[in-house]
């Protein structure tokens, strides 16, 4: 099978604040699917980045009493930190105040729109969130608050230019309907579809000098604007890939690549499926080809949000509990739709539950088994498989189970196919009682030492498909198992716990708290 080229993006999140665990939900979920085609044999390029020019940067840093770009660098470096704590394996990450391919390639965007006859100036007064940075009506606004956000908007006037959104409507409506360009899930899509059908406006692409208090990309030609952040933010997409600088990278990952896949939080569906498709179109450029939208993390009931003040610290969390437990709670308890509540006993008692209770348990039990029947030699599969057929019918297909609840976009139903092996293996020895095996063995019995030696082959090679499938999700803990069933000189290293219990470091530390 000819490999397949994956370009995968996380979107990339103003740094007027430090991260929380609600983006490290996007983070997770991309770097889990580029490890994943990477584990298939598929070439893949996994870019992540901070959106580094919007009026929200600038109003923090005021209210921080520093300068813009003290503020800007000292959080993006924060975001771009997120590698180790959260074991993201990025082949690339943009920050869009300084990485010289950005300025180049929105200017190319801008440049190629306007050739198209999309950009034109006009007047307009509307009620701008900053929060989301983007104008709204009256009527989008329930109780004259932002949805997103709670806040009231403030009203703007002022002279802009404006993209041309309205002429797209009818090519948007028949890409996604023919999913040409998906998404996933289907509610959104189908709320995508009912917002193009209600009509397209056209919307304003660049803020005056002034109001963006001379922070961000002049619009080209015209010193006086700047380039309107959500407009500069998701050209990042095809900069980081040097288009408008000739970097090969853009054509191998983005004109030629087989898939165009950006997963989204639910609140930005809008700018990504209807506004940066348009973009392109105008410009004459590809299309992503997915965009694969989750919901939110929330705590008591509310949006975690650098904005709405309801935080929680990845790094803290991992750091306390380990990068596995953070990872696999947001893979195995967060639903397809629908936000998750989050707290930290719940991710306390997946991970016991899950690890040290449950695969960490496993692993261990076999790794002493084949120590204490085989002397630490990992037996071949014999003939009497009918007692380990079972397992080995689970291991078979977990791969394949993985794979579809994956292009599904369905991380939590991913998780529980590969959790269909440990279950599968528990039953396995709950059924085949190894001890009594190794006791009949013992007693002269060949027909026993031959089904022992099925039944601990059997167990081993669940062990390898589990570490092996699970590499994409928790990396950390894959190896660790991979070390525990890989012989070292002919025999599997001495055993050891895989998971402490992590209630047990709750009494004894300190619970992180969340950022203020």
Known sequence: MTASRHYITTT??????????????????????????????DRVRLVGGTDDNSLKNVLAAAAAGVDVR???????AAFEALRGPLALSFDDFIRTSRDPRHRVGVERLWQRCAAAGDLYRKEYEGLYCVGCEQFYTEDELPGRRCAEHGTRPERVAEENWFFRLSRY?????????RGTLRIEPAARRNEVLAL????????????SHTRARGWGIPVPGDPGQVVYVWWDALGNYVTSLGYGTGDPAYERWWVH????????????????????PAILLSAGLPLPTDILVHDYLAVDGRKISKSGGTTVDPVALSDTYGTDAVRWWLLREVPRVGD????????????????AGGLGSLVHRIATMVHRYRGGKAPALGTDRYAVSPL??????????????????????????????????????????????????????????????SVLAALITACRVLADELSSFIPGAAARITHQVTP???????TSPLFPRLHDISRAEPRPVPLP
């Open 12 to 41: 990339i999140p103003y740094v007027n604040a430090r991260p929380h665990l609600g983006f490290a939900l996007e983070l997770v979920q991309a770097d889990t699917l580029a490890r994943h085609h990477r584990r298939r044999g």
């Open 70 to 76: 003290t503020l800007v660098d000292r959080n993006a």
């Open 169 to 177: 409507a009818d090519d948007l409506h028949d890409l996604i309907s």
């Open 257 to 276: 690549g087989d898939r165009r896949t950006h997963p989204v939080g639910s609140g930005v569906v809008h700018f990504h499926a209807v506004r940066w």
């Open 340 to 355: 998750a509540d989050f707290t930290l006993d719940r991710l306390l008692a997946r991970a016991d539950q899950d690890f």
């Open 392 to 453: 080995l019918e689970a291991c078979g297909k977990a791969p394949g189970r993985v794979d579809a609840a994956l292009a599904d976009h369905d991380f939590r139903r991913a998780a529980d196919a590969v959790w269909a092996v440990v279950e599968e293996a528990n039953r396995c020895i709950a059924d085949t009682r190894p001890w009594e095996l190794a006791r009949a063995e013992r007693q002269g019995n060949a027909g026993a030492a031959e089904r022992l030696d």
């Open 196 to 207: 193009i059908s209600g009509g397209l406006h056209d919307f304003s692409v660049s803020r």
């Open 488 to 494: 070292v000189g002919g025999l599997l290293p001495p």
